[in-house]
């Protein structure tokens, strides 16, 4: 089984203007139009079983209107392979409420974007958040390390998520970006042994851009075969889960490259699927 543990979609009125605001800002070129229709012709096309959505709230506003929209999703095509994560942002005052509400409409985690919530990963109001979403049993999935779209903007450090763990206790926790992109020196130095996972998107294989001139190859590289090897020494490859991080690469790219890795086929299955269905408790 093959699963995808990080996707974007947007709701059909607003995709085509999330999508044209998130190329201008990321300079990057998407592959699929960013619709929920859209990934699942993706998903089918590249063979992956199961791609999991991960919506983004920039503003608490939004927290519950998303989390309705995500339980919609998975009513509607859950049998067609794609499950929806929910969401929660560090303003939303009634938090622990909001949480259990999500367990209760079967969402199985929640995904922070500390950048675009402008708060770092150890912020008490991540922490409470982290500590509610553990206690109830919660996946969190956060964005970590740099992201291309806001060069120099860091707020979820592999060091930062280094000392939430350490508030807040082991949980199950997706650093995603493979712990934090563009930093990996800190990611193994900080958080192998941990008992964290981590997600391979956007951190293998060729970063494709709207070809502007605005990254030189230097602003985008990725992790290569040997350092793959070293993270999965580190953290245990069990540890590690596919993601593509779609619409912004092609899955059966990512795949593709991940299979010319030199990865045993044990620990290659567990990446590319085995790893998250347990994880899912699928
Ligand atoms: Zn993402």
Known sequence: MIIDIHTHTFPDKIAAA???????????????????????????????????????????????HINDSSAGINETFSGEGLFSFGCMHPDFEDYRNELARIRTLGLKGIKLHPI??????????????????????????????????YPGVVHC??????????????????AAHMGGWHCWDEALRELAGTGIYLDTAVSIGQLHTIGDGFYTEED???????????????????????????????????????????????????????????????
């Open 157 to 174: 450090s592999p060091a930062m998520i280094r000392h939430a763990l350490s508030e807040v206790g082991s949980f199950p926790f997706i």
């Open 18 to 64: 999330a999508l044209g605001k998130l190329i201008e800002k990321g300079h990057s070129k998407p592959f699929s139009d960013g619709t929920v229709s859209g990934l699942l012709a993706q998903r089918r096309r590249s063979g992956v079983d199961l791609s999991v959505i991960l919506p983004v709230a920039t503003t608490a506003r939004q927290v519950v």
């Open 220 to 282: 985008l590289y990725t992790l290569n075969a040997a350092q793959i090897r070293e993270f999965c020494n580190a953290f245990g490859s069990g540890h590690i889960l596919f993601g593509s991080d779609s619409p912004w690469t092609d899955p059966a790219d990512d795949m593709a490259e991940l299979r010319k890795m030199g990865l045993m086929q044990e620990e290659l299955e567990g990446i590319l699927g085995g790893n998250a269905a347990r994880l899912l408790g699928l």
């Open 116 to 149: 675009y919530q402008e708060t770092d990963i150890d912020d008490i109001r991540f922490l409470r958040i982290l500590d509610r979403a553990a206690e109830l049993g919660l996946i969190v999935i956060a964005h970590a390390g740099y992201d291309v779209g």
